[in-house]
């Protein structure tokens, strides 16, 4: 049986059209994959939990029962910390940088990631998902104390993007700069088979997908842009539809293949945080990366993602995020204008 084209081997005929390629990404990558198989397969056992009677204090291998999330984050730190690629981690997870042991050799990409997306949805079997950027670090610096000046790069710097989505089959999304691919994850056979050639997102959509409960504590300019979607749109005489699950790797995924908006706007719930729920490093920059190949566009509402300096490796930031034409028209709502 012909199998298709393995991420894998995508990854490679990536890598040889580039003349500086070492490998060092390549397995970067590989390594990155067997983590994603490994929380892939214990996100599908996830309400087994109780029958299973892994409820207690320790699992039936001894281990102590730990919340996906926390899992998802040690699986990616204990794979990728030994391959000599990397100089340092950045996790939502982990307050700071991540060091790499001193008995592992260090390289020179970083790797930042949020383990377990839609956290809130894991006990619900809906779908969640891990996102990850990669940097190559700039300088000849390897101490971990003076590293967070490499690390905080504008997503533009990205060498590449991406995401595992673990919904009604797993998922791998990815782009090193030279487009968006996807592939699906085949169980039987292990592998992650080519099966979304060259995602292009729909220059406009019909989908928002947005937190509404949130709408009283946005400033009138958000308000105005969600009220718009709930009308007919004069020139166009489209109207919208909306789905929220509350995974915005899973919102974003539906979106990036049938077109339309993800938004999640600042807001005034808490003044803790004020530019909006979702981080700048692990969350949108990788997302931006991802929608901006495929031919869409990502902003903070009043420009593009990928060009924030970040000052911070938690940063939060407003993201309007999809089809190209729906994210300038949010623009264009949050400068005060109307369609
Ligand atoms: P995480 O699970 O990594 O903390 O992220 C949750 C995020 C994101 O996945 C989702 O889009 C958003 O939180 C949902 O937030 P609300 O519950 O406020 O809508
Ligand atoms: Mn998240
Ligand atoms: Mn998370």
């Not at 990616?76 to 990397?86: A, D, K, N, T, Y």
């Not at 997306?117 to 891990?130: L, R």
């Not at 994850?185 to 729909?202: A, D, K, M």
Request: aromatic share 8%; charged share 25%; hydrophobic share 35%.
């Amino acid at each position: 049986m012909a199998i298709g084209t393995t991420i894998t081997q995508h990854i490679l005929s990536q890598q040889r059209e580039n003349p500086e390629a070492t490998g060092a990404f390549t397995l970067l990558m590989h390594e990155l994959i067997v983590a994603a198989k490994v929380i892939s397969k214990e996100v599908n056992k996830a309400g087994l939990a109780d029958i299973l009677g892994a409820t207690g204090e320790t699992n039936i291998q001894d281990e102590n029962v730990q919340k996906l999330d926390v899992y998802a984050n040690r699986i990616i730190i204990e794979r990728m910390q030994h391959i000599g690629q990397l100089c340092c981690m950045g996790s939502e997870e982990v307050a700071d940088l991540i060091d790499i042991p001193a008995k592992f050799p260090k390289g020179n990409y970083i790797l930042l990631f949020d383990p377990l997306d839609g956290s809130s949805n894991i006990d619900v079997n809906i779908s969640i998902g891990t996102i990850f950027g990669i940097y190559r670090k700039k300088s000849d610096e390897t101490d971990i104390n003076f590293l967070l000046n490499e690390v905080l790069q504008p997503g533009y710097e990205q060498v590449a993007a991406g995401y595992f989505l673990y919904g009604s089959s797993t998922m791998m999304v990815y782009t090193t700069g030279k487009g968006v691919h996807g592939f699906t994850l085949y169980p039987s056979v292990g592998e992650f088979l080519l099966s979304h050639e060259n995602i292009r997102i729909p220059e406009r959509g019909k989908t928002y997908s947005v937190n509404e409960s949130n709408y009283q504590y946005w400033d009138d300019n958000t308000k105005a842009l969600v009220d718009y979607y709930k009308t007919k749109d004069k020139k166009t005489g489209r109207s919208f539809t909306s789905r929220y699950v509350g995974s915005l790797v899973a919102d974003f995924h539906r979106n990036l293949l049938k077109g339309g908006i993800f938004l999640y706007p600042a807001d005034n719930k808490d003044p803790k945080k004020p530019t909006g729920k979702l981080r700048l490093m692990v969350e949108a920059n990788p997302l931006a990366m991802v929608v901006e190949q495929a031919g869409g566009y990502a902003s903070d509402g009043k420009g593009p993602i990928l060009k924030i300096q970040p000052k911070d490796l938690h940063q939060r930031v407003p993201l309007f995020i999809g089809s190209k034409e729906d994210v300038k028209i949010a623009e264009r709502f949050l400068r005060g204008e109307r369609e």
